[in-house]
């Protein structure tokens, strides 16, 4: 996307505290915003309320905050944005591009086969509810063919999301917002022109493209920074018992996120400031891997 403005976005999520992978995701994120002259926003992605975790959304600010970080406006709650989501909704039923569904999660499992994310949804529902029953959530269609993604780290990317992922879910049964629909919606209304995140999140992004597509929005650039794994091999994340960040040690685990990062700070960078001068002045995409990157088991 060409635009005048980069406008870029971190948008943890408060299931869990910030860790080690999150901090390298969200300076790489910062930096590349910072580096090409634009806006930094920060939102809060609170949206499944039974998942999170007692107050680490306001632990998550405090954490960026002592760690130098500085976004523009106002943080943006995913929670107080319910009528946006219910706009898109709306849109994607009066074109026919989404649908209700009645399947349960067990239904789907005796039906259908494996894909790249989970069961490939088998279309049950994509002609009406069989037997009269009730719809209990609702799904996008998933465009026939090739989507092709072209990651500015990562390459080109292609998924054939009707073949490898199915008809997926935008408002699911419990009631709650599904992600692939709030963050389109969310990026769009704020304008983001480059999404910079984890490389977990790549395979879900040519289903955020069909969003856009069904909802005739413009889709943002993409960018897609290593994961951070554990010495077994998995991505650091609350379910693989990532330890928080210490902000009381900001400067050196900056140093290292910076390091991952494919940069190494001099030695005589010992401050937070005086390493975000550094890393403002350096930061290229080019010096980053593509990775994933494992952290040594002392950090566990």
Known sequence: MSNALYRGRFAPSPTGLLHAGSLSTAVGSYLEARSRGGQWLLRMEDLDPPREVP????????????????WDGEVTYQSRRHDLYRQALRQLIGSGRAYACCCTRKEIAAAARR???GYVYPGTCRDGCPGGREGRAWRLRAPEGDCLVRDRLQGEYRQDLARDIGDFVLLRADGFWAYQL???VDDAEQGITDIVRGADLLVSTPRQVAVYEALGLPAPDYCHLP???????????????????????AASQLREALSRLGHIPPDECATLDELWAWAR?????QRVPRGPLTLPAAVF
């Not at 994961?227 to 040690?249: C, F, M, Y």
């Not at 002045?281 to 995409?285: A, E, F, I, R």
């Open 55 to 70: 107050g680490a959304a306001d632990d998550i600010l405090r954490t960026l905050d002592a760690f130098g970080f500085e």
């Open 115 to 117: 894909g790249l994310d």
């Open 182 to 184: 709030a963050v389109v």
């Open 227 to 249: 994961v951070l794994t554990n010495a077994a091999g998995e991505k650091l994340s609350k379910q693989t018992l990532a330890p928080a960040i210490a902000r009381e040690d």
């Open 281 to 285: 002045l350096n930061w290229s995409l």
